[in-house]
C-alpha cells in the first residue's frame, strides 16, 4: 500500500518539515552532481559506518561522532530519497502543527539519533555507512500514530496497476508498518549472513523514542 494523503487538518504552516526536506533534497542533489570518488567520501565521512565505532583500530577523533546526526540528510539513491520524503510530507505536517516549530525539530533530531544509534547496536560491524531520515521520520510517524489514531490515511493498492484506493485509520497503517518493520528486522538478525540494505533497527529505534517522548513535545493547551 502507498500512502497517498491523511485527512488530519492542519492549521499552520509546517516551515520546519519544509525546510528539513529541503535540506535532505539540496544535499542529494548536490552530491549527484559531484564526482563520484567525492561524494562516496563524504558518504563514507558523514554517514554512520558502524565498525568504526567498534573497532578500537580507528581510534576517532570526538568530531567523528557527528555523523550518528549528519547521516539523517544523506541518501543513497533516489528511490530511498523520495519514499522518505514522501512519508514526511504526508505526516509531518500534523505532528509539527502540534507540537510548535522549535519542539518538532528538537524531537525529530532526537528521534533521529537514538535511532540510529540503535542501529549501531543491533549492527556493530556493519562496514558500510548507514544514512537516511527514515529513523527520525520514524519517530515523526510514532507521534502520529498516537496524536492521530482514527484519521484516515488514503492508500493507493497496487494491484494489476489499476487505480484502487482505499481510505483507511491511521492506526491500522502505521501499525502494519511497524509490524513490517519488526519482522525485517527479526530476520535481518536471524539470517545475519545475508546482506542488508535497509537500516530496519533504525526505524524500530526511531518509532519506539517517538511513541516515548511525543508526548513531551507537544503544545500546552490554552486552559
Aim: aromatic share 18%.
Amino acid at each position: 500500500m502507498i500512502p497517498i494523503r491523511d485527512t488530519a487538518p492542519c492549521n499552520s504552516r509546517p516551515l520546519v518539515t519544509w525546510g528539513l526536506m529541503s535540506v535532505c533534497v539540496i544535499v542529494f542533489v548536490s552530491m549527484k552532481l559531484m564526482p563520484d570518488q567525492l561524494s562516496y567520501r563524504l558518504l563514507n565521512l558523514y554517514g554512520m559506518v558502524p565498525i568504526r565505532y567498534t573497532n578500537p583500530y580507528y581510534g576517532l577523533p570526538f568530531d567523528y561522532y557527528f555523523s550518528f546526526l549528519t547521516n539523517l540528510f544523506l541518501h543513497g539513491n533516489w528511490s530511498h530519497l523520495i519514499m522518505n520524503m514522501w512519508f514526511m510530507w504526508i505526516f509531518g505536517d500534523n505532528v509539527e502543527d502540534r507540537m510548535g516549530r522549535l519542539p518538532f525539530l528538537i524531537f525529530y533530531l532526537i528521534c533521529g539519533l537514538l535511532a540510529t544509534y540503535l542501529q549501531w547496536t543491533f549492527d556493530p560491524t556493519l562496514a558500510i555507512p548507514v544514512v537516511g531520515a527514515s529513523g527520525a521520520i520514524a519517530g515523526v510517524l510514532a507521534a502520529y500514530f498516537f496524536l492521530y489514531p482514527l484519521e484516515r490515511v488514503v492508500v493507493w493498492v497496487p494491484i494489476l496497476f489499476l487505480p484502487i484506493v482505499i481510505h483507511v485509520p491511521a492506526i491500522a497503517f502505521l501499525g502494519l508498518w511497524v509490524l513490517i518493520q519488526l519482522h525485517s528486522a527479526t530476520t535481518a538478525m536471524i539470517f545475519g549472513g545475508e546482506a542488508v540494505d535497509v537500516a530496519w533497527w533504525a526505524h524500530l529505534g526511531g518509532f519506539i523514542t517517538g511513541s516515548f517522548l511525543y508526548r513531551f513535545f507537544l503544545r500546552k493547551e490554552p486552559v
